[in-house]
């Protein structure tokens, strides 16, 4: 069955460092792949979509990368701040439907 | 102001009652979903809805009923026959093309407690 898997223990980074979470896949051909914030007891908030064909995508101080070969991408924040504090998600998309990941929850302390 | 509206925020009801969730956009999205988060869990799909009038069961839709009337509204039913309830239900809304959905807009989201 498909299936995503994300840092299970939540990331704890000095606060100016960068950030980088690994949302891995299995028994999946996605045609995208999304990242989304949430905040506790909020919904989430999309970030950045990547397509399969794509290798990078850049967004402020955010970067995703996606490799379909590893069924791997990798979602990075530079110069992190304690703001950035909350539950990252990844998602696949494809084939009319969308799977999500159980998210990471990222710490930045100062 | 576009968006996606849930109400209401939190919502207490006692077991053997069926109680529904409201969902409404307005972005003009064909496309909407409705999910289950549990604590440190991810979302899990319980129906969706690609156009008005259709819907389809995702992977947990047991206990659950929908309907799309209207482009704008989703409601979700939550049975009596829905083994456990409580949780935190979010509801959302893309575009989609043939190969997939584009990026979700989620409402802020209905917490049920059933005691």
């Known amino acids: 069955s498909q299936k995503i898997e994300q840092n299970s223990e939540a990331l704890n980074i000095q606060e100016g460092k960068t950030a980088t979470l690994t949302c891995n896949y299995t028994?999946?051909?996605?045609?995208?792949l999304q990242w989304y914030r949430q905040d506790p007891g909020r919904g989430p908030v999309f970030l950045l979509l990547?397509?399969?064909?794509?290798k990078e995508k850049r967004k402020e101080r955010l970067k995703v990368t996606f490799d379909t070969t590893l069924k791997q991408s990798l979602f990075h924040i530079t110069a992190s701040q304690p703001a950035d504090s909350a539950t990252y998600l990844c998602?696949?998309?494809?084939?009319?439907?969308?799977?999500f990941g159980s998210g990471t929850r990222l710490s930045i302390r100062p | 102001d576009g968006g996606i509206t849930q109400s209401p925020k939190y919502l207490f009801r006692k077991e053997g009652q069926n109680v529904t969730l409201s969902c409404e956009q307005n972005?003009?999205?064909?496309?909407m979903y409705w999910y289950r988060q549990d604590p440190g869990q991810g979302l899990r799909l319980i129906y969706y809805?690609?156009?008005?009038?259709?819907?389809q069961k995702g992977d947990i839709a047991e206990g659950y009923s929908v309907s799309r009337e209207k482009k704008e509204s989703f409601p979700l039913t939550v049975t009596s026959a829905q083994k456990n309830p409580t949780a935190f239900y979010l509801c959302?809304?893309?575009?989609?093309?043939?190969?997939?959905?584009?990026?979700?807009?989620f409402g802020p989201g209905t917490r049920l407690t059933v005691t």
């Open positions: 990547i397509r399969e064909n794509e």
């Open positions: 028994n999946y051909s996605p045609a995208y």
């Open positions: 972005l003009n999205h064909d496309a």
């Open positions: 998602a696949l998309a494809g084939a009319s439907k969308i799977i």
């Open positions: 959302a809304s893309s575009t989609e093309d043939r190969e997939g959905p584009y990026e979700q807009y």
């Open positions: 809805s690609q156009i008005v009038n259709d819907f």
